[in-house]
């Protein structure tokens, strides 16, 4: 099917289907691709083909207190 009639029939959709489209066509690429784990699709983010996420990517972005386990002083009553 040329160019053109995909043009043509994609002008006469709502702007709420062609985000379903985009979305659908993201998904065939993705069946196409054959890839065997799944990556979500977001504008401006992905994974390089065959890339696998690391756990302990976001290491020193968080502080937790070396009292973070203990009792808080409000429920002490509670206890």
């Known amino acids: 099917m040329p160019y053109s009639l995909f043009e043509d029939k994609i002008a ?3 702007p709420q289907y062609r985000e ?4 659908f066509l993201d998904f065939l690429i993705f069946k196409q691709e054959g890839t065997t784990h799944v990556v979500a699709m977001t504008e401006g983010a992905s994974l390089p083909h065959g890339a696998r ?3 302990g990517g976001l290491g020193g972005e968080f502080y ?11 429920f002490a009553e509670y206890m």
């Open 20 to 23: 379903e489209l985009g979305a």
């Open 64 to 74: 937790m207190a070396p009292d973070f386990d203990a009792p808080l002083e409000e």
């Open 53 to 55: 996420r690391r756990a």
């Open 12 to 14: 006469k959709i709502s």
